[in-house]
């Protein structure tokens, strides 16, 4: 039994026999429904129009609706077999569901330019005795409400924009919602270590770069004054007299999760680029999937971390962190992700920065 692959084997059967015997939400009997073995049953004609109901999903012509209705039902295969993988969480319907992976790559993520420059700061190695069991910022009036990037690569954005608001909160005691467009349309900071890695709007960006733009221009303005529109405008309209949140400087954390969580608790949201291919069909639930490529593709913010998943294979409580993502409240567990802590999951630990100071502006 010390052979890793009759290891792996031996957990993927398990994790099948568990998918298809546990006990879910609504959306869990959908894909049995839909699916059955390597085949679709009759139903999925109804369930495609449920889905297209819950999301307003439209199509320009027949054909594209045809087209839909294949990627769809390839999609509840693909959540089937993430559910037989990431056991404790639930897979199924989400409103990526008639986007192909290519077409959700694209569309829907959205990092670029993911390696740490050498010479960035290194965040100090802080305490660790004394950390809660369980922390979350949301407790604690430190993160807006969760947000919609829409059909724009800009999730760089909404992950820097809500580390400041964590940051600029526990400066100040106010919780302002600041402005993603502004990142959007001005923010076209370069890698200098890596070319062609540039911050481009809707087509992609790094959080670390989007600090830099920040500390060169002199802050963000809120949302209300730069409302989100979720493309490119091609014209940059900051008005420096309206800056709301500004950075001083910030910090990248190590691997070590007990240096996240410090720097979590006392610094407030962290800024965490992740591999987001189970996402696509993430209902809710912690997701510790048995495989997960640490390939870099979505920025996300880290809020809190808790325990109290099911793990099937050792009957025991799992560890996980808690992301605030940015597909709106419809996606996930009213737009947030669990995910197992320990093991660096889909990459989540390999890329963690944190605002470490934020000056404030008077208006």
């Known amino acids: 039994m010390n052979n890793p692959t009759l290891i792996i084997f031996f957990l993927v059967i398990f994790s099948v026999f568990f998918a298809a015997s546990a006990d879910g939400g609504d959306d869990e009997p959908l894909i049995m429904q839909v699916v059955e073995g390597s085949g679709v049953r009759l139903g999925a004609e109804h369930h495609f129009l449920d889905f297209k109901r819950r999301f307003g999903k439209a199509y320009a012509s027949q054909e594209e609706h045809n087209y839909r209705f294949e990627v769809f039902k390839a999609n509840m295969r693909r959540a089937r077999r993430h559910q037989s993988l990431d056991p404790s969480a639930a897979h199924g319907v989400t409103r990526f569901s008639d986007l192909t992976a290519s077409e959700f790559r694209n569309k829907v993520l959205g990092l670029r330019g993911v390696r740490l420059p050498s010479n960035a700061n290194k965040a100090p190695i802080l305490p660790t005795d004394n950390l809660p069991s369980d922390f979350d910022w949301r407790d604690h009036g430190a993160v807006t409400p969760v947000k919609n990037q829409g059909s724009c690569g800009s999730c760089w954005s909404f992950s820097t ?29 370069c890698d200098p270590e890596e070319a062609g890695s540039c911050d481009s709007g809707c087509n992609g960006g790094l959080m670390n770069s989007a600090f830099e733009y920040i500390l060169k221009s002199g802050g963000v303005m809120r949302e209300e004054d730069y409302p989100y529109s979720g493309t490119d405008r ?102 947030y992700y669990k995910i197992c802590r320990g093991r660096n999951i889909c990459g989540v630990d390999s890329m963690v920065s944190t605002v470490a100071a934020v000056h404030t502006t008077t208006q």
């Not at 964590?166 to 900071?189: K, P, R």
């Not at 900051?238 to 950075?247: M, P, T």
């Not at 969580?261 to 048995?290: D, E």
Request: with cysteine.
């Open 161 to 189: 924009t809500g580390a400041l608001e964590g940051a600029h909160f526990l400066s100040t005691g106010e919780l302002v919602s600041l402005s993603e467009q502004q990142l959007v349309d001005c923010d076209h900071e």
């Open 234 to 335: 091609g014209n940059c309209k900051f008005d420096k007299a309206k800056i709301a949140a500004s950075v001083a400087n910030f910090s990248v954390i190590s691997l070590d999760e007990d240096q996240i969580a410090a720097n979590l608790v006392k610094n407030g949201p962290l800024a965490v680029a992740i591999n987001a291919a189970y996402m696509q069909t993430y209902i809710g639930g912690v997701s510790c999937p048995y495989i997960c490529s640490r390939r870099l593709d979505h920025g996300v913010l880290l809020v809190g971390y808790g325990s109290g998943a099911y793990a099937p294979i050792r009957m025991k409580e799992k560890p996980f962190w808690i992301i605030k993502n940015s597909w709106g409240e419809n996606w996930g567990e009213n737009g």
